[in-house]
T-cell receptor, first 115, second 116 residues
Framework: ETGVTQSPTHLIKTRGQQVTLRCSSQSGHNTVSWYQQALGQGPQFIFQYYREEENGRGNFPPRFSGLQFPNYSSELNVNALELDDSALYLC??????????????FGPGTRLTVT | AQTVTQSQPEMSVQEAETVTLSCTYDTSESDYYLFWYKQPPSRQMILVIRQEAYKQQNATENRFSVNFQKAAKSFSLKISDSQLGDAAMYFCAYLVEEGGSEKLVFGKGTKLTVNP
């Protein structure tokens, strides 16, 4: 069984640029959630995708957007990067809704630094 | 709003001894799920244990067990026979179902040090 994978591991961007982070969900999981973890804090929910549609969003501006593909992998896109976007971005997969497992399994994260 | 509070920013324990990490949460729901996650320096969040609120029996996973007090909204994690590999950040989390999604609300974490 393949776990959750994320790419890239690290990324350095300049303020104002755009970035795309990628996540492959665990085998058999149809739901992907994205979290932002600032240094010294717990993760904060960005949004969740189920069957290629966004079905929930946290308190993040529209410049944070995402996609989910038919194979349940997902992308997180951030436009107009700001210094405060520097964080660890975590992807988690789960068997959502009909599966109702409620357990979310996390990938290793992407460390984004905005300069 | 649902909140999760971990009042111990740091804890330490001697190898082979027992340590308890505290967590309280706030919710108006009667049925919900609680979790403890471990985040070692490698950064990957690892699920340690889960508790369903409708179950009175405390969850146990090998050396890890919880003390779930529903009325007090308390959910502590006990680690027995602590090992060096248990050193990590530990996060308590509450699962919220909102608008069709299921999101985890995390506390700020407790850094656990295991001394040899």
């Amino acid at each position: 069984e393949t776990g959750v994978t994320q790419s890239p591991t690290h990324l350095i961007k300049t303020r104002g640029q755009q970035v795309t982070l990628r996540c492959s969900s665990q085998s058999g999981h149809n739901t992907v959630s994205w979290y932002q973890q600032a240094l010294g804090q717990g993760p904060q929910f960005i949004f969740q995708y189920y069957r290629e549609e966004e079905n929930g969003r946290g308190n993040f501006p529209p410049r944070f957007s995402g996609l989910q593909f038919p194979n349940y992998s997902s992308e997180l896109n951030v436009n107009a990067l700001e210094l405060d976007d520097s964080a660890l971005y975590l992807c988690a997969s789960s068997v959502g809704l009909a599966g109702m497992s409620y357990e979310q399994y996390f990938g290793p994260g992407t460390r984004l630094t905005v300069t | 709003a649902q909140t999760v509070t971990q009042s111990q920013p740091e804890m330490s324990v001697q190898e082979a001894e027992t340590v308890t990490l505290s967590c309280t949460y706030d919710t108006s729901e009667s049925d919900y799920y609680l979790f403890w996650y471990k985040q070692p320096p490698s950064r990957q969040m690892i699920l340690v244990i889960r508790q369903e609120a409708y179950k009175q029996q405390n969850a146990t996973e090998n050396r890890f067990s919880v003390n779930f007090q529903k009325a007090a909204k308390s959910f502590s994690l006990k680690i027995s026979d602590s090992q060096l590999g248990d050193a990590a950040m530990y996060f308590c989390a509450y699962l919220v179902e909102e608008g069709g999604s299921e999101k985890l609300v995390f506390g700020k974490g407790t850094k656990l040090t295991v001394n040899p």
